[in-house]
């Protein structure tokens, strides 16, 4: 995946967003997506290679790991993060649509961004909702998966091919708790950002009647 591209969409969405979704865009970039990066590969790098367990029975580990862990943390946040990123693209599609329109008949059909009524509002709050969806339902994804927000220092196991329960150890437990929870903690102030926004939406902008006229291009 590239980062700049979807570095690039986002700045794009920025130029329609409110306050609000701007801090958004910031809280991506600079406390995840820049954590992500830069320090949580790092962290479960390897992390198979680092499950040990009491015994080495062949296929044990390999089982063992598969069970506590079945989809990498890492992977997920990544798959997360390009879900909630792509309702983005509502927005970008319909400022073109709205663009395409004012080419094809070659006349001002919107004002200049700087209201938030009309039809672009709606695309707005549409991506709003979609994104709090992905940001709830991918916490819950995570805590059943995964058990918590926690990760032990030791597990034990009783699949086949190990032959008895045996204890296996996840490497950096206390530092992977802690990104973990750092990372969980941003998720929820997004959502709180997304309510924020939200209600600012409906507060200063009222849905408008449909009065026959031609519908205004807003901010979002």
């Not at 320090?39 to 390999?62: S, T």
């Not at 946040?77 to 070659?106: D, F, N």
Request: with cysteine; hydrophobic share 40%; aromatic share 14%.
């Amino acid at each position: 995946m590239s980062w700049m591209f979807l570095r690039d969409l986002l700045s794009g969405v920025n130029k329609y967003s409110t306050g609000i979704g701007r801090i958004w865009l910031a809280v991506v970039f600079i406390f995840r997506l820049l954590v992500y990066m830069v320090a949580a590969e790092h962290v479960w790098k390897d992390e198979q290679k680092e499950f040990e367990c009491n015994i080495r029975q062949p296929g044990c580990e390999n089982v063992c790991f598969d069970y506590y862990f079945p989809v990498s943390q890492v992977r997920l946040w990544a798959l997360q993060l390009i879900m909630v990123s792509t309702p983005s693209l509502l927005v970008v599609l319909h400022v073109a649509y709205c663009e395409g329109r004012e080419k094809r008949h070659r006349k001002k059909l919107y004002i200049s961004p700087g209201t938030m009524d009309g039809g672009l509002w709606y695309t707005y709050l549409i991506s709003l909702i979609v994104k709090t969806g992905f940001e709830i339902g991918f916490l819950v994804l995570f805590y059943k998966l995964y058990d918590g927000f926690s990760v032990p220092y030791l597990v034990k196991c009783d699949l086949k091919p190990c032959p008895n329960t045996v204890d296996c150890f996840i490497s950096k437990p206390t530092e992977k708790t802690i990104f973990i929870l750092f990372l969980t903690d941003c998720k929820n102030g997004r959502r709180d950002e997304k309510g924020k926004d939200l209600r600012m939406s409906e507060f200063f902008n009222p849905a408008v009647p449909n009065t026959g006229s031609t519908p205004t291009l807003s901010a979002v």
